[in-house]
């Protein structure tokens, strides 16, 4: 089936950039960027990076969806499209909950027999039996992109998700875009800053990914140069071929590079947010090819202690251009989500609309 076409996207109520929300002992604030990179000839280039903001999703107050996706190859820029759609589709449709086959447990009904959902039910749906909703989503997601109408064999896109439902957190991601979390633990003489990495790179020189890749036939290099020696990041070839070359281990699509181990299969993480959660920094590489992430820690804090998240995305984004400028004629897309917290114990967080 067709995806919703970018223009659409735009126009959904749930794909929006900037979000102020009150929860219950919860405050925050969500805000958005994308910026299309620059190819060879100094031209911008076609954005093949996409963003997903779900407020309130199914009409539940406390649940929310956030995703990045950064789309490679030729058509890189459909699938990641056609990912944002997806997800927007599957996880607004509450019949996809429904389905599942713990509904009878999960799902109670008022006297007019109508199904109740809320929160709990919800987070209880969605990491029942180690996240198989999410699971079988991707892939229903990778099989139908296989059968879409463009090529998808050298095509395909990365993809974090974060699901917010009332105090928990689950973290779905397949390839090298990235989550980290910011907290703040307080002590009588001091406050103290941290990262907390949510996702793992999937990366091909991993030695759990190279051993899958190798086992299903494929090998890990760096490209050579005209003297035969290697440089460049790792990436995934065929056994006695120069191709396909992907720089990342996992992927949604690259359908060539999935015959020799390369998985749409995500890793899938829980967390509870406690007092100590800052903020959220979501991002497709352009941002953490030049920014670990001490530094995007660093550049956000001083937006999130004014409650100004559209202030930080624009400083990320600004900031991950400058180093890609100084360093390359070629500049990646670079797409950031930042999502701020508040507890009571703290100021609150102004609104920006």
């Known amino acids: 089936r067709k995806s919703l076409s970018r223009k659409e996207l735009k126009k959904s109520n749930s794909f929006r950039g900037s979000k102020a929300h009150s929860e219950k002992r919860i405050k925050f604030q969500s ?100 996240f198989d909703i999410i699971h079988k989503f991707i892939k229903d997601t990778n099989t139908e992109l296989e059968n879409s109408k463009f090529d998808v064999h050298f095509s395909g896109s990365t993809c974090v998700l974060i699901f917010k439902i009332g105090k928990n957190l689950i973290i779905s991601n397949t390839g090298d875009s990235r989550a980290i979390l910011i907290k703040q633990n307080s002590s009588l003489t001091k406050q103290n800053w941290e990262v907390e990495p949510l996702t793992i790179d999937h990366k091909p020189e991993i030695k759990t990914e190279r051993d899958r890749i190798e086992k299903e036939g494929g090998r890990v290099e760096q490209c050579k140069d005209e003297n035969g020696i290697s440089a460049g990041v790792f990436r995934v070839w065929e056994q006695n071929e120069e191709y396909p070359g992907i720089a990342m281990s996992r992927s949604i699509g690259d359908f060539v590079a999935k015959k020799i181990g390369v998985t749409y299969k995500p890793d899938i993480t829980v967390r509870t947010i406690d007092p100590t959660y800052r903020y959220i920094v979501l991002a497709s590489d352009g941002i953490w090819d030049f920014l670990s992430n001490e530094k995007v820690m660093e550049i956000v804090k001083p937006y999130y202690e004014s409650g100004d998240s559209k202030g930080a995305v624009k400083e990320l984004v600004a900031k991950a251009r400058e180093l890609w400028e100084e360093e390359n004629d070629i500049i990646d897309d670079i797409t950031v989500i930042v999502i701020f917290f508040c507890n009571n114990n703290n100021a609150l967080i102004k609104k920006h609309n």
């Open 31 to 130: 805000n958005a960027m994308s910026q299309a990179g620059r190819n060879e000839d100094m031209k911008t280039k076609e954005n093949q990076d996409s963003y997903i903001i779900m407020d309130k999703v199914l009409d539940l107050q406390n649940y929310h969806i956030y995703g990045v996706m950064d789309g490679h190859g030729v058509n890189g820029h459909l699938v990641s499209q056609f990912l944002a759609g997806k997800i927007h589709e599957f996880f607004s449709n509450q019949s996809n909950y429904k389905s599942h086959k713990r509904r009878r447990s999960l799902n109670s009904t008022d006297n007019n027999n109508q199904t109740i959902f809320n929160e709990d039910k919800v987070y209880d749906i969605l990491q029942h039996n180690n």
